[in-house]
Each structure stands twice: as C-alpha cells, then as structure tokens.
C-alpha cells in the first residue's frame, strides 16, 4: 500500500458500504457536518475506514474531526504511530 492514501475516495467508498450512499461531491475543504448523513452514520463510516485501512483513531482526536483534510491528517498520524 502506498504511504499516501485517497482520503476522498477512501470515505466515499466506505460511507457506500455502511450507507449505500453516493457521496461523489466530496473534496478534502467538505466538512463532515455538510453531509446528509446523522453523526452515528458518520462514526460508523470512520470506523468503516479504520478497518480498511487497518488503522485505529484515539477518540480525543475524532472528536476534532471536522473535513475530509482533517481525516487524512488523523490517518497519517495514525499510520505514523503504528
């Protein structure tokens, strides 16, 4: 796996597993609260990316998670401390 990961297309792929939703407007500027999906939806698809991407995110800093920017900065994090 390369070091640098599709945050984009890496939650649009996992919000379609846990949703059956398209998100295909997603940019890394979206924000999580700009989602037509309700905050447990949105927990359930982070967990949905963590198994993807066999990482684990410290609740401290998902609750911090607000665009699509942030989630690749916790992800780099994540992979980082691994």
Do not use: C, P, W, Y
């Amino acid at each position: 796996m390369s070091d640098e990961i599709d945050v984009v297309k890496t939650f649009q792929e996992a919000a379609f597993e846990v949703s059956g939703r398209r998100l295909e407007t997603l940019t890394l500027d979206t924000k999580l609260s700009e989602l037509e999906l309700d905050s447990v939806l949105v927990l359930e698809v982070v967990s949905q990316v963590e198994q993807t991407l066999g990482v684990r995110f410290n609740d401290d800093d998902l609750s911090h998670l607000t665009t699509m920017r942030d989630l690749g900065e916790l992800i780099r994090k994540s992979r980082r401390a691994a």
